[in-house]
């Protein structure tokens, strides 16, 4: 019998204890892992490729005012303007939800594609919608979802519009970072709502990223004074603006999972010591024998550090494998797209996995240390 | 006189491990009312193992064990813990008293499972306490108690469902001559003065002495021919 | 029975070998408490908003009154209805808001969020008594006055009276501050309406709130308005209408649940550790109890009242330390207004309450096997147990 064989047969030698002590490191960190990933998607959404060339324009009053469509032409000559696209969005019901989990926009076919190329359909669906003024293009994750096929109907009830829409499904597109939306023709939506002659927002890509600030501020200036004022931004800082309306949710979500790893520390070391205590006896014996204290100190913290970090492979790993395999975006209604356990998070997981295992060992192993045999041999309990 | 404990072709038989012990080998007993009978032997002879099926904590292999006519084999769980309340006293070696209970409480424990109104549970319990000379100590819990004042409450405790059997697993195991002589008195005078059964299990001769009856045991059997020596 | 004071008192005695456990389901009970209250917080905020004598009458399908469009002519067939009340100078009780989504930055660089911007009829203020001026001076008509609710003021910036801030194409000035007793109406800008819908170049409003003369009246109005097929419009009572309206505080709901479900696994688990310790310690005591006579059933019930009452221990704890949280404001996007909601952190006595039961529970499932387990041991064994 090894050292090693040692420490393991008595860290298992109470099967059920041991269990309980890895089960419960195990439930919080999958608990931890599982907030960190929950709140860096919402604060920190993912990136599509072409981001960083891409800006928004929107009505600098708020989201909500619409945006005159005179502004085209004058956005199409600003210099570093490579590609500018009408994007208003339609947020309607689709087949009797409450809450739909794809968005609906309103573009301009042409155009679109010229903006946001990483969608990539195939031209014989990207001709049939550019065609037919009555069609949308639908991603490929909400196709899948609601069994769609090429040549289906689309029929969406209108909350923010005054208007029902009723499409035909001629193509499919995918390649983007939320591959859920529908995508249909403007002038379908002019025609339903007898043409105001605005659009929700204008979505533009910049020649290069170099030239993408100064395409910002000249937007910006172009629009200064009129009836209209526009706030143009990066497509990133346009995300982050969902984001700030949360308010203060990663305080919220970083004080909980504080909350957990604490309580995690109180548990454990409370387990811990009552594993330490039951065995007092033995260890005195050991102590008799010849063992000294550095060396129980070590068993102790070698048993701790196993289970903890047992617990850690449980609980974090878990996750992981778990969010890996599952559909996260079915499971929360549409709330969540990616749910990606980074290394960072497994790591801070062992990490605190191993402060766990060291803290909750050396508290009752010091006091292991300082107990005289005669004493420990006298324990009866 | 009917004997108040027929015992016949009594075996008990376990397993440790994967070795079968025989802890009884085919015993046949008869216990008089009112004896003060000490069961001696080396450790394993099986005595705490007769001790234990009298007194209704334990249940035999084969054979018969009958305690004031009722075979207790026939008894399930429930009933035989109702019995145990009604008719055993049980004393231990160590004392086994509740150590969040007061003197007072601990003693009023077996009543809990009667009837009984507190007025009346307290008329016994204090009565029972008067007996061991502890009625001062009542509200004391067992940490303030010395080791014979312990086993004393634990006495009063067997005694307070005024019980026909005493059974006594090693008394005096734990205690100091002084406090062991106490002990030993009083459990001789509830035989002869108060007329109840006392079984007491112990390898000390001098505790022995005090009853009126010894038995020996050797690996499950009797060592010697039981014989009636009655004390005056 | 075994007497509830031999489990209380077990349960004080060893409370330095349980601290850690009572600790830990306290943390796990105060989490749960304070994410439930912000979910109550922001439920209130909408909950009780709204006069149950008024009609709210808004587009069909439309989500909430900013996306909800009432035209001209809409407005005009209904004003003149004989089943509106009027009031002591003879005029209908009936106001026709519209509503905007103003993006403005809050305090101290925390951001920008949507504020909802209210265009009041000159009836507005009389219609929603709730609304109360607590500071300053109501707008006055014709000019680009607002008043802002007292709380939104505490979270934005240019809300304080005298304040001026720029939205579409002019400047508004802050007169005064009310407040509308922590409802819907706390998150909202006030102006009047046709200085709104000059602001943004309006020609519709966005929804009518009406005061019928009596219930009857309210049931004939609804009807005439819901079977006019060219209407299109949906009427409702307008406290029905804004209880509807709590779909942000859905997800933090289900956060809690779910919250609570994996922390109470752990806390299961910790529970049930200490009480095998705990029981582990006494394997002596429960057999002398059986020798007693106590039945095991008796014993296991003992067990399970010790583990319930540590545990509720630790619940109460729980529900002291989340405590401070109660009142706190602050707000978040709203689901359907899609514009900054605030609310408060709101614990009240029943989410408590809930907070020390699911302790109670934790206890429960966390006892029950060791408990078992205890009394199913045999009583010699028990009894020679070191």
């Not at chain 2, 813990?81 to 007072?104: E, K, M």
């Not at chain 3, 060893?14 to 304070?34: K, N």
Request: proline share 4%; hydrophobic share 45%.
């Amino acid at each position: 019998m090894t050292t090693t064989t040692f420490i393991i047969r008595n860290a298992l030698r109470n099967k059920r204890r041991a269990f309980l002590s890895a089960m419960s490191v195990a439930v919080s960190l999958f608990l931890f892992v599982t907030l960190q990933v929950a709140l860096r998607e919402l604060t920190i959404p993912p990136e599509d490729i072409g981001a960083s060339l891409r800006i928004a324009v929107r009505n600098k009053v708020s989201l909500a005012q619409p945006l005159p469509v005179r502004q085209l032409q004058v956005i199409e000559k600003i210099p570093g303007v490579a590609a500018v696209t009408p994007f208003s969005y339609f947020g309607g019901l689709f087949r009797n939800e409450s809450f739909t989990t794809f968005a609906q926009f309103a573009v301009n076919p042409n155009r679109f594609t010229n903006v946001f190329v990483e969608a990539k359909a195939s031209s014989e669906h990207l001709q049939a919608w550019i065609k037919n003024r009555g069609s949308c293009l639908v991603g490929l994750d909400t196709m899948e979802r609601y069994d769609l096929k090429v040549g289906d109907r689309m029929l969406l009830t209108g909350t923010l519009y005054p208007a029902d829409l009723d499409m035909k499904i001629v193509g499919t597109y995918q390649g983007t970072l939320d591959d859920r939306s529908v995508f249909f023709h403007h002038t379908y939506l002019d025609e339903l709502t007898d043409d105001p002659g605005t659009v929700g927002t204008w979505w533009v890509r910049a020649a290069s990223a170099e030239v993408a600030p100064q395409v910002i501020q000249s937007i910006n200036s172009a629009f200064e004074n009129t009836s209209s004022e526009v706030r143009a931004e990066s497509e990133r800082a346009f995300q982050m603006g969902f984001v700030s309306m949360w308010g203060n949710i990663k305080m919220l979500i970083d004080s909980i999972c504080s909350a957990i790893v604490f309580t995690l520390l109180l548990v454990s070391v409370s387990t811990m010591s009552m594993a330490i205590r039951e065995r007092f006896r033995e260890l005195a014996i050991l102590k008799a024998i010849g063992f000294r204290r550095n060396e129980l100190l070590s068993f102790i913290l070698a048993e701790s550090l196993l289970l903890s970090l047992l617990g850690a492979v449980m609980g974090a790993g878990g996750a992981a494998w778990i969010f890996h395999y599952i559909d996260i975006q079915a499971l929360s209604g549409g709330m969540f797209v990616y749910f990606e356990v980074t290394e960072r998070m497994l790591g801070s997981a062992f990490l605190i996995a191993m402060v766990l295992g060291v803290l909750s060992g050396v508290v009752p192993g010091l006091s292991v240390c300082r107990m005289s045999v005669v004493d420990g041999l006298k324990t009866l309990d | 006189m009917n004997p108040i404990v027929e015992i016949r072709k009594l075996s008990k038989v376990y397993a440790q491990g994967e070795i079968q012990v025989t802890a009884l080998d085919n015993i046949d007993l008869d216990i008089t009312p009112s004896d003060f009978l000490t069961l001696m032997g080396p450790s394993g002879s099986g005595k705490s193992t007769l001790l234990h099926i009298i007194a209704g904590i334990d249940r035999q292999s084969s054979g018969i064990c009958k305690v004031q006519g009722i075979d207790l084999q026939g008894l399930n769980e429930s009933a035989l813990a109702d019995w145990r309340n009604q008719n055993v006293g049980f004393i231990f070696q160590s004392f086994n008293l509740i150590p969040v209970l007061s003197a007072y409480e601990n003693v009023e424990l077996p009543l809990l499972l009667t009837r009984l109104g507190r007025p009346e549970r307290r008329k016994l319990v204090q009565t029972a306490l008067e007996l061991v000379g502890l009625e001062d100590r009542a509200g004391h819990l067992p940490k303030q108690l010395s080791g014979g004042q312990e086993q004393r409450v634990a006495i009063a405790r067997a005694l307070v469902t005024d019980p026909a059997l005493v059974v006594a697993d090693e008394p005096t195991g734990n205690l100091d001559s002084e406090s062991a002589q106490q002990v030993l008195e009083i459990l001789q005078s509830l035989s002869r003065d108060a007329g109840k059964t006392v079984i007491m299990v112990t390898h000390d001769p001098r505790a022995a002495a005090f009853g009126n009856r010894t038995i020996h045991l050797e690996k499950g059997r009797f060592a010697e021919p039981s014989t009636s020596e009655a004390k005056a | 029975m075994l007497p509830i004071k031999y489990n209380a008192k077990n349960v004080l005695l060893r409370w330095r070998s349980t601290l850690a456990t009572i600790l830990g389901i306290a943390m796990v009970v105060a989490v749960y408490v304070m994410v439930q209250a912000l979910a109550v917080g922001l439920e209130k905020s909408s909950a009780n908003t709204g006069d149950p004598r008024n009609l709210m009458i808004v587009r069909k399908g439309s989500q909430s009154e900013s996306s909800s469009i009432v035209t001209l002519e809409q407005y005009r067939s209904l004003l003149y209805s004989e089943w509106i009340e009027h009031d002591a100078n003879d005029r209908p009780l009936f106001t026709a808001d519209v509503l905007t989504l103003v993006n403005l930055p809050r305090r101290e660089q925390n951001g920008e969020a949507n504020t909802t911007l209210r265009g009041i009829g000159p009836m507005g203020k009389v219609l929603r008594p709730q609304v109360k001026l607590v500071e300053g001076r109501w707008f006055e008509a014709g000019k680009r006055e607002v008043v802002v609710s007292k709380r939104l003021a505490a979270r934005f910036a240019n809300f304080g009276i005298g304040d001026r801030f720029k939205t579409g194409p002019d400047w508004l000035t802050v007169v005064g501050w009310f407040d509308a007793g922590n409802c819907a109406f706390d998150s909202e800008i006030w102006a009047d309406s046709d200085e709104v819908r000059a602001l943004f170049d309006r020609d519709s409003y966005s929804c009518l709130l009406v005061r019928p003369v009596n219930a009857e009246g309210l049931t004939v109005l609804t009807k005439l308005v819901e079977e006019d097929k060219r209407l299109q419009l949906l009427a409702k009572n307008e406290v029905a209408y804004y209880r509807e309206q709590t779909m942000t505080a859905t997800p933090i709901k289900w956060l809690g649940n779910f919250l609570a479900t994996a922390m109470s696994i752990g806390a299961i688990l910790a529970a049930m550790n200490t009480m095998y310790a705990t029981v582990g310690a006494r394997t002596r005591e429960i057999g002398t109890l059986r020798v007693l006579g106590f039945r095991r059933r008796t014993i296991v019930l003992g067990l399970l009242i010790e583990g319930m009452l540590l545990c509720s221990i630790g619940g109460v704890f729980g529900c002291l330390l989340a405590l401070p949280i109660n009142g706190y404001a602050t707000g978040t996007i709203g689901f359907e207004s899609f514009s900054e909601t605030v609310f408060e952190f709101t614990i009240t006595p029943a989410l408590a309450s809930q907070g020390i039961v699911f302790s109670a529970l934790i206890g429960l499932f966390g006892t029950l096997i060791p408990a078992i387990k205890a009394s199913r041991t045999p009583v010699i064994d028990a009894l020679k147990s070191l």
